[in-house]
C-alpha cells in the first residue's frame, strides 16, 4: 500500500495571508490527525477527523480549521497566517488505533 | 489530561554502546504508549506500541521498551546502537477507549547522535 502523502512539501507565504494543506491517507484508513511540529512547541495535536466529521480538536484559534472529502483526503486551513505558524505539519492517517504518519509540509510564514 | 516527559533532551552515545532514552508519562486512566522515530526532514515513523499484554515490546531493528505501570514509565533501550539510529525520538501516548481517538500526545523528543 502506498504510505501517507502530503502536498506541497514546502511552501512559503506571507503574514496575513491563507494556506490550505492537503493530505491523503493510507487507502481503506478513514481517519486522519493533523499535527503542528515547531522547535518550541514540539509535536502539538490540532485536530482529527473520521468518516468527514471532525471528533477531535486540540487547542488552536479557530484561524486554523480542517475538512474531510468523502474519499478520506483531508485539508487544514489556516487563514490570516501569523509569523509563530512557521512549523512542520504532520498529516496522519490510522487503523486500528496506530497511526501512520506522511512526510509533512514545511511552512514558512514571511 | 495526559502528558509526556521524556527526561533528556539530548543522548550522545558511541557506537556499539547501549542506549536509554527515558519516557514518563501522567495519566488517571489506561494508557497505549508509543515510540516514534524521526529522521531530518521526514515525518514520524512508528518504531514500537503497547497496547496491552506482554510489558516487553520489542521492535525489528533491536530496540525495545518496557511499559511499567507502578512507576508510569516506557522507557526505550537498545544494547549496541549503530550510526544509521542517529535521530529524534519520540515517546506519545493515546487514551485507551473514550473520546481520545486518534489524538496523541507526545515527549519534547530525544535527540540520539551516535558518533564512531
Known amino acids: 500500500k502506498a504510505g501517507v502523502t502530503q502536498t506541497p512539501r514546502y511552501l512559503i507565504k506571507t503574514r496575513g495571508q491563507q494556506v490550505t494543506l492537503s493530505c491523503s491517507p493510507i487507502s481503506g484508513h478513514r481517519s486522519v490527525s493533523w499535527y503542528q511540529q515547531t522547535p518550541g512547541q514540539g509535536l502539538q495535536f490540532l485536530f482529527e477527523?473520521?468518516?468527514?466529521?471532525?471528533?477531535n480538536k486540540g487547542n488552536f484559534p479557530g484561524r486554523f480549521s480542517g475538512r474531510q472529502f468523502s474519499n478520506s483526503r483531508s485539508e487544514m486551513n489556516v487563514s490570516t497566517l501569523e509569523l509563530g505558524d512557521s512549523a512542520l505539519y504532520l498529516c496522519a492517517s490510522s487503523d486500528l488505533g496506530e497511526q501512520y504518519f506522511g512526510p509533512g509540509t514545511r511552512l514558512t510564514v514571511t | 489530561a495526559q502528558s509526556v516527559t521524556q527526561l533528556d533532551s539530548q543522548v550522545p552515545v558511541f557506537e556499539e554502546a547501549p542506549v536509554e532514552l527515558r519516557c514518563n508519562y501522567s495519566?488517571?486512566?489506561?494508557?497505549?504508549l508509543f515510540w516514534y522515530v524521526q529522521y531530518p526532514n521526514q515525518g514520524l515513523q512508528l518504531l514500537l506500541k503497547y497496547l496491552s499484554g506482554s510489558t516487553l515490546v520489542e521492535s525489528i531493528n533491536g530496540f525495545e521498551a518496557e511499559f511499567n505501570k507502578s512507576q508510569t514509565s516506557f522507557h526505550l533501550r537498545k544494547p549496541s546502537v549503530h550510526i544509521s539510529d542517529t535521530a529524534e525520538y519520540f515517546c506519545a501516548v493515546k487514551l485507551a477507549g473514550g473520546t481520545s481517538y486518534g489524538k496523541l500526545t507526545f515527549g519534547q523528543g530525544t535527540i540520539l547522535t551516535v558518533h564512531p
Open positions: 477527523y473520521f468518516s468527514e466529521t471532525q471528533r
Open positions: 495519566s488517571s486512566v489506561s494508557v497505549y
